[in-house]
């Protein structure tokens, strides 16, 4: 099987890789706050998604990291609109407090079934 990797500006890393019909993707974003950076890294995470042939209702595992855990309920604002209503499109989903880089609040990693 190939593994195709997609190219991300990051040095070192991809923007999303898939293999064997599974879409790995990773994302932080810049913005002034928790919600902006989530909504931010949640765009990303859709066009990753999608050049990988896949969206966000083929998400398995989405896993969040904050650089704050107090501000999880801002976050989850922005993730519940994104994911939508329909709990048939819901993830596994865990949030974890975690040192980011300096300025970074969110970072977002998600598992997708290829479409």
Not at 78 to 95: K, L
Not at 99 to 104: E, F, V
């Amino acid at each position: 099987m190939q593994i195709n990797r997609f190219q991300g500006n990051a040095k070192g890393r991809n923007r999303c890789v898939e293999y064997g019909g599974i879409v790995y993707a990773v994302t932080t974003a810049e913005g002034a706050d928790i919600q902006e950076q989530t909504r931010r890294s949640l765009e990303f995470l859709d066009e990753s998604l999608e050049m990988a042939g896949s969206d966000k209702t083929r998400i398995l595992q989405g896993q969040i990291f904050l650089a704050d855990m107090s501000q999880k309920a801002d976050m989850d604002v922005v993730w519940n609109e994104w994911i939508g209503p329909d709990w048939n499109n819901w993830p596994q989903r865990a949030c974890v407090g975690a040192p980011l880089a300096p300025g970074t609040l969110v970072e977002i990693v998600l598992t997708a079934a290829k479409a």
